[in-house]
């Protein structure tokens, strides 16, 4: 009887181990955006929001706040479905961001946002476990007065981080910046592929600059944001999402496989416990 009951609790144990690993995955942040950089916005333009292909949009008063700009987004999301939570951004206090779920914490399969207020000038999305690729709006007008920079950070290998002059060629142009920002990335080790304009989830309000894909073998692309003091740089779009919405990612696919050997090393080591006793 006594040998009954070890193994009974050894089974729980064991499942009440896989419990908690699932539960712990399901509350990983699963995505976030960023959007704003000054408290107040210029008007006359928007900030838009795509998750898993849903759009949800603010157009902007001049003058608006960036923190009611966040709560109008936050509950247009939430009445979607989704969980949206405005959080603050570690890297600029100023900024807007939008933590976002699926009901029960689960991991959103794409997340864009694009803003073109002159104010904000200041754009990112970021995904904890990482996603396949980014995708990135190019620079649609140049005013030739201060700069551009852009960061990728990657799960593995060395995070990009580059700022680019636009007051000196060939950066004074908006040709010239995009040509430079992509070759920059190669550069580095990304792969980039120029899209044209098939933007996908930002739709039209890149007008005709079109955008570009950055991503990186065998590993995946955490976070991605761009920012300008330029002031003729005020469109911004990024996008992270899988490299194919039916294919899970390299890190889901690592975190199932870690679930699966844990949960056998449970048993393995609850079966060694009971022969021993």
Known sequence: MRRIGRSTSGRQAALWLVALLILGISGLPAGVGTHGRTGQTAGGSEVRYTINGRIFRVVLTPGQSV?????????????AGFVATVVSDPEDPNNSSL???LPGGGELTQLSVCENDANYANTGVKFSM??????????????????????????????YDTTFNTTVP???????????VMASLAGAGFTVQDLGTNCGSFGTLMGAAGCFSVSKAGDMVVSTRVEATDTGLKEFCISEEPTSAAIPTAS??????????????????????????
């Not at 990482?130 to 920079?149: D, F, L, M, P």
């Open 170 to 180: 060939p950066n004074n142009t908006h040709t010239g910046l995009n040509a430079s």
């Open 130 to 159: 990482g996603k396949g690729i980014a995708i990135i709006g190019k620079a649609a007008a140049v005013s030739a007065n201060g700069n551009y920079r852009l960061r990728v950070n990657v799960w593995d290998g060395t995070d």
């Open 99 to 101: 933590d976002i779920t």
């Open 252 to 277: 889901q696919w690592g975190m199932f496989i870690l679930v699966v050997l844990l949960t056998i090393s449970a048993f393995v080591m609850m079966r060694r416990r009971m022969r021993t006793t």
């Open 67 to 79: 923190a009611s700009v966040a709560a109008a987004l936050e509950a247009q999301i939430d009445a």
